[in-house]
């Protein structure tokens, strides 16, 4: 799976649109980005996933650039309950027997 | 909502104690997990089974062990537990083939080995 770099923390007014970004400059045209985000003390949580197009569901948007190299995951009005690591993983979709690697994410903190 | 739990929540436990985490999950899911994480640190696969009867070890070294007799249960055992071993333990499933691709997580072990 191609590595990712995302930056370590980032703070967020309430109300207001988090852009969390995601490099992953060593991706493969047969591997998707995927977002998972873990509040403090559960289990991490599946945002949403995307190849090449925009993604949008009821929890995020996906924008990836056109050569695919990087991402950005946007949370359109941040509330205090999106305070979360926030993991960008770049893997083959079902590619059969991979587990995701989680690296270190990113600390994503909501300010009222 | 995804239906997978752990038990016990939260243990605590004296050292040379054997103890067993449960994870099961009514998804019928082929795929399980067992990642472990320290406190404000990094998640680390330590187990993972394809189905019934397989298991195999995940990427950081880990004491413990697994077993997958049915589809729907993936227990850890620990068979002599020592204040290392004081984490969280996150189990996890997947379906194969999904249509995200996407697994599922517990809400986790909080293991305390005195």
């Known amino acids: 799976d191609a590595k990712t770099t995302q930056p370590t923390s980032m703070d967020c007014a309430e109300g207001r649109a988090a852009n969390l970004p995601c490099n992953h400059s060593?991706?493969?045209?047969?591997?998707?980005v995927y977002w998972y985000r873990q509040i403090h003390s559960q289990g991490p949580q599946y945002i949403i996933h995307?190849?090449?197009n925009n993604e949008t569901n009821e929890m995020a948007s996906l924008i990836i650039t056109e050569d695919r190299k990087s991402s950005t995951l946007i949370l359109p009005h941040a509330t205090l309950r999106d305070t979360a690591v926030y993991y960008c993983?770049?893997?083959?979709?079902?590619?059969?027997?991979?587990?995701?690697?989680f690296g270190k994410g990113t600390r994503l903190s909501v300010i009222a | 909502e995804a239906d997978i739990y752990q038990t016990p929540r939260y243990l605590v436990i004296g050292t040379g104690k054997k103890i067993t985490l449960e994870c099961s999950q009514t998804?019928?899911?082929?795929?399980m997990y067992w990642y472990q994480q320290d406190p404000g640190m990094e998640l680390h696969l330590i187990h993972y089974?394809?189905?019934?009867?397989?298991?195999e070890k995940g990427d950081l070294s880990s004491e413990s062990t697994v077993s997958r007799i049915r589809t729907e249960h993936f227990p850890l055992t620990l068979e002599s537990a020592r204040p290392s071993h004081t984490s969280q333990y996150l189990c996890?499933?997947?379906?194969?083939?999904?249509?995200?691709?996407?697994?599922?997580f517990g809400p986790g072990t909080r293991l305390t080995v005195l």
């Open positions: 993983i770049v893997r083959v979709r079902n590619s059969g027997n991979t587990p995701l690697v």
């Open positions: 060593t991706i493969s045209g047969n591997e998707y």
């Open positions: 998804m019928g899911h082929d795929k």
């Open positions: 995307g190849l090449k």
């Open positions: 996890a499933s997947s379906e194969t083939p999904g249509a995200a691709d996407t697994q599922y």
């Open positions: 089974s394809y189905g019934v009867n397989s298991t």
